[in-house]
Structures are given as C-alpha cells and as structure tokens.
C-alpha cells in the first residue's frame, strides 16, 4: 500500500439496492483509474433500530418518509451480488472493497478474501468491532469522524493490542457532514493524527468538489476515500455529496500529477528535465562595445547578455578593473 497513493472509489450504497448499477459504477471507477471501488456490506437488523431516526443530509437526499432502517434494508446488497461483483471488478481491473458494519459482515467479508479492511467513522468507538477487525490481520484504513483524539488513540490501542502492526494500520482524517462545509474540513488535523501516533494518514473527503483531496496528498495522505454516482440527481442519501463520472476522473489525475510533484529528492538542485535550459536563459559577461587589448575592463565598456556559456556576472567585481588579454568586438563573451 506505500508505494503510491490508494484511491477509493467510495460507491457506497449510491447503487440504490440494483447490481446493475453496481456494476456500472464498477465501469466508471476502472475507467477513472482508481485503485478500489468500495461497496457497503451490512444487514439492517444487526446495525439499527427501526426507531432509529435518520441524518438530516439523510432526509433532505432522500426526500421521503422512511425510517432509518427502511432506507437502509432497501440498500442492502446480498452475498450472492458481492461475489457477483467481486468477478465483475477482476474482469475490469479494478480491486473490490466493502465496508463492514456488523460482526456478521466482517466475518463474511473475510471469507470472500477481501484483503484491506475499511472501519468507517461510525464504528470507531465500537469496541467488539475492533477487535474482531484485528483478529483478521490485515491492513486496516480507519476512518475517524466525529472522533476526538482520545477516541481515535484508543481505537488505535485495540487494534494494536489484537495483534496488528502499526504499520498495517493508515488513520483516516474525515467529516461526516454531508457535504462538509470548506471551514469545518480542519485539513490539518491529518498531520496532528501523524505527528501523535506515527503512522500512516489519509484523509476521506465529503466536501463538494475535488480540491480537497488533492491538497490532502499533498500533505502527505496516503489514502484519499471519495464517494461518486453515476448523477448527483438519482435518488439516495449520499448522491449530492458525490462526485460525478468526469469529477472522479479528474481528481484522480490531479492526485497522480501532484503524487509525482511531490516525489522528488527534496534537495534544491536543478532537475534533469530543466539542466539544458542553464546556457540559454542565463547569462554571461560580454563586451558592451569594441575593447583593445590592454583596455581596462570596466561597467563603461562591459555588459551581461545571453548565453550563459562565459564567465558568470556573478564574477562582475572580479573582472572589472583588469585588462583585456586581447581584442573584443561588441557581444564578444569576455
């Protein structure tokens, strides 16, 4: 996972229960190029209430009456659609990935051989979770919405205390408002999770647009987590806060551009692409006008033209005040 920046492609439950339009936002998140396309694996009696109310980007997305547990037992995907779906993504190149939301569910993912798992903000402070994620021993990204730094540090304990290594382990800075307002994003509070922990960090975007994530790398996240649709009209709870076909493709080539922007030496030296541009654009001491031999060098009779192939006109009071060692015509590099 540290070679390069792991893009998900958060489908999440925009696929409105059908797993033709699962497989259709499988096609967007190859042809987009991202790493993962990220599903939703839950069961709504094991995960809510049926008193349960609803979020209020939930109610305004969705524009109808259902309870929380009705939306979600209509989102619902079965075991039959994830292995339907984890073919149609290995026939697309393009890696498969769900979250968990019940033990049931992690227990089934880790069966099917999913080989990254996601802990979604929401279960952070769920103890039983946690441990049962850890007890796989497989890479973790954890998502830390709505969470203090005290949670997220004790979260962190119980992963490592059920067996897995700091450095399978990427912390995920994250909002849960959907879309989160520009001034609520705190971007560095990622490097803060950094700082305290020493692990790997990401960061999980629901603000609108894409300049976010693309800033996120490049303050050193390691994972970016976007949601996307098909269109942003269809109906469901988290289409408004996704970004559409075109949008996640464009993301994903910003994020590769500054993923090599950033993956220099950090030493201040000039670059290959740049070293022949040195003797053009610089410049060099030449005479300002016709100079004998023995003529004293001076600003009357000196000037600093292109190219840059003669003496520096950094060795200006070097030169100025001794003699010509031989004529000079106008432009001749001294």
Not at 14 to 22: P, Q, Y
Not at 90 to 96: A, L, N, P, T, W
Not at 304 to 323: A, C, F, N, Q, Y
Request: aromatic fraction near 6%; charge should be negative.
């Amino acid at each position: 996972m540290r070679n390069k920046v792991i893009i998900i492609a958060e489908a999440g439950v925009n696929h409105n229960g059908s797993v033709e339009l699962a497989k259709q936002l499988i096609d967007v998140a190859a042809d987009a190029g991202v790493d993962y396309v990220k599903f939703q694996t839950f069961n709504a009696d094991k995960i809510v209430t049926k008193k349960a109310i609803r979020a209020n980007y939930q109610d305004i997305n969705t524009q109808n009456k259902d309870s929380q547990y009705d939306m979600l037992k209509k989102l619902e995907l079965s075991e039959e659609a994830h292995r339907e779906l984890i073919v149609y993504c290995e026939s697309k190149g393009i890696k498969f990935l769900s979250t968990g939301f019940d033990l049931e569910s992690l227990q089934f993912l880790n069966e099917l051989g999913i080989t990254l798992f996601k802990i979604p903000s929401g279960e952070i402070t769920n103890l039983p979770y946690l441990r049962k994620i850890a007890e796989f021993k497989k890479p973790v990204v954890m998502s830390t919405g709505m969470a203090d730094m005290i949670e997220v540090k004790d979260a962190f304990e119980v992963l490592i205390s059920g067996g897995l290594k700091k450095e399978d382990i990427t912390i995920v800075h994250c909002n849960t408002e959907y879309p989160t307002p520009m001034e609520d994003v705190n971007l560095r509070a990622m490097n803060f999770i950094a700082e305290e922990l020493g692990v790997n960090i990401g960061y999980s975007d629901h603000t609108l647009g894409i300049e976010v994530p693309i800033a996120a790398v490049s303050l050193g996240a390691k994972v970016i987590e976007k949601h996307f649709t098909l269109d942003r009209n269809l109906p469901g709870p988290d289409h408004r806060a996704s970004l559409e076909p075109k949008e996640l493709r464009n993301m994903v080539f910003a994020i590769r551009n500054i993923e090599k922007a950033i993956s220099g030496s950090g030493i201040k030296e000039p670059s290959f692409s740049e070293k022949k541009n040195k003797p053009i654009v610089r410049k060099s001491i030449v005479a300002g006008k016709a100079i004998q031999k023995g003529e004293v060098l001076s600003e009357e009779n000196l000037a600093v033209k292109r190219p840059g192939t003669g003496l520096s006109p950094m060795m200006w009071d070097r030169i100025i005040g001794t003699e010509a060692k031989k004529d000079y015509v106008i432009d001749d590099i001294i």
